[in-house]
């Protein structure tokens, strides 16, 4: 290295982008000064700390912003929680209320087979939404738009035109489908005779497709009083479906319903002030503040390293005549400072959310949690990072660095097995079993499979299918499993094994000596 020729780099000088050197001092003196500087570059902050007596401010952020984080997660979680209880009891309330007989069944199960029964139902919930304020313990009401409540809707979809003779075997059917609808106010009150006649309303149960019944209630959650939130206004947009699209004798029944929340157009809570209100949002603004100068130093590092390697790259092309690998390259770019302006961004994104949410002007309350939620989680993965600074607890990155090439490849070539058996379970055993409906569920039940979970039930469903199918069914789980727990999970987990002792061995006393 001392027989080469020596360089220097010109002060702050640059052309075309590119850093230019010169042949006026030693070359050994240059080749120790840039040593140093990528030796400092690649310091943990206490190695910095104790090299210059540089503060790890950037890793001061850090902690603090795991702790305000997480105490802003939690308390957004809560009110989370609460909004998401009170719809699902508020729909739990309504299948009590408008479905005649309801008894908790399982989804899609609450079905009707006659038609005195479909007309009494389709009665009892008008007769119930007409008597709704007597009748309910909750605090509901009709919706009123410019002083008129608005109406309940019954719509009932019908092919255009249908003739069916099946003890001829013939039928004459026009496919368009064709939508009627009746509205009906509060204050209207029918019996069972008197409902057709009034409105002119009847099914054609050979055309008819579908009977949709919309309504509007609304209420107010009260329940956040207690935690020192403002109660949110609710409107609950209902849908109340008989689906006769089958044609097989069987008419589904369900509730679905869609929420709107709002703040209350006036509101009074005796004794409260909005204190705790302020105190929220300013914690919220102290988060995002942290967030911001953290996203700054971190974006700032970031750029730092890259400068630094196209000025490594320019250096060991002109002193070495060789080319940087971009492997080599890519150590310049922190991997851990990406991790936290991604975890940066969403929390600023999250924390704008629920200010929006705290002060009534959004609703958007599963996007700001999805924000927190990953945020939170890639703040406290971000820990490993300072845990890496201790040799002992550093072996779980390193193993992971390390296998997660042969890991990706393992899990390419394993796909396309487990694809095989997804597509070929949906197509043979979908129409028999509840677990292979849908691609989706596939998915998922495979998947619980191969993690040992659910076992029995999956075969035990099976055991009341035609023959062919049943023993189809034998051959596709047994080889299934077999293959995926005994052979594939376990090559997989000899992947991470074998990488782990590897680094193990590296890390010894012995070894290193």
């Known amino acids: 290295m001392e027989d080469s020729q020596p360089l220097t780099r010109s002060e702050e000088r640059r052309q075309n982008g590119h850093y230019r050197w010169s042949t006026h001092t030693p070359g050994s003196k240059v080749v120790e000064d840039f040593r140093r500087r990528l030796k400092y570059f690649f310091m943990n902050p206490c190695e910095k700390y104790r090299a210059r007596g540089r503060k790890p401010w950037k890793l001061m952020l850090q902690i603090l912003k ?188 369900d509730v679905e319903n869609d929420v709107t929340i709002y703040e209350c157009r006036d509101w009074n809570v005796t004794g409260t002030s909005g204190k705790n209100d302020y105190l929220l949002l300013w914690f919220d603004s102290v988060v995002i503040l942290a967030c911001f100068t953290s996203l700054i130093l971190c974006t700032r590092s970031v750029i730092n390293g890259i400068q630094l390697q196209f000025e490594f790259t320019v250096f060991f092309h002109v002193y070495y005549k060789k080319i940087v690998t971009w492997s080599d390259r890519m150590e310049f770019v922190n991997g851990w400072y990406i991790l936290i302006i991604v975890s940066d961004t969403l929390t600023i994104a999250g924390s704008a959310l629920k200010i929006g949410i705290q002060t009534k002007f959004l609703t958007n309350y599963d996007v700001c949690s999805i924000l927190l939620g990953t945020a939170t989680m890639l703040v406290w993965v971000g820990v490993i990072r300072y845990l890496g600074f201790f040799k002992k607890y550093n072996i779980l990155i390193l193993t992971l660095r390390a296998a997660f090439p042969n890991v990706i490849r393992f899990c390419c070539c394993a796909a396309m097995i487990y694809l095989g058996y997804c597509f070929c379970g949906w197509i043979v055993l979908g129409p028999y079993h509840d677990k292979f409906r849908t691609l989706d569920r596939v998915t998922e039940c495979l998947f619980s499979l191969i993690n040992g979970d659910d076992m029995y039930a999956t075969f035990l469903k099976m055991r009341d299918k035609g023959y062919m199918v049943w023993l189809f069914s034998r051959l596709y789980l047994y080889s299934f499993i077999s293959l995926f727990i005994y052979m594939v999970l376990s090559l997989f987990i000899a992947l991470i094994t074998d990488t782990y002792e590897t680094i193990k061995v590296s890390l010894s006393p012995l070894h290193s000596n």
């Open 66 to 253: 795991i702790a305000i984080i997480t105490i802003q997660l939690v308390s957004f979680g809560l009110s989370n929680e609460m909004m998401v209880t009170f719809k699902d009891e508020n729909l739990m309330t309504f299948r009590h209320l408008f479905l005649k007989g309801y008894k908790d069944h399982r989804q899609g199960n609450y079905a009707l087979y006659t038609k005195a029964d479909v007309y009494d139902h389709i009665h009892y919930i008008i007769n119930t939404y007409i008597n709704l304020q007597n009748m309910t313990v909750g605090n509901l009401a009709y919706e009123r738009t410019d002083g008129e409540f608005t109406p309940l809707s019954v719509c009932q979809e019908f092919y255009k035109n249908c003739s069916i003779d099946p003890e001829n075997e013939t039928f004459d059917i026009d496919p368009h489908v064709d939508k009627d609808c009746i509205s009906i106010y509060p204050e209207q009150s029918f019996n069972n005779s008197s409902l057709a006649t009034h409105l002119n309303f009847s099914l054609d149960f050979k055309r008819l497709l579908s009977v949709n019944i919309y309504l509007t209630l609304k209420t107010i959650n009260l329940q956040t009083v207690r935690h020192h939130e403002l109660p949110d206004c609710y409107d609950f947009h209902i849908m109340i479906m008989f689906d006769n699209r089958a044609h097989s004798g069987k008419i589904k029944v």
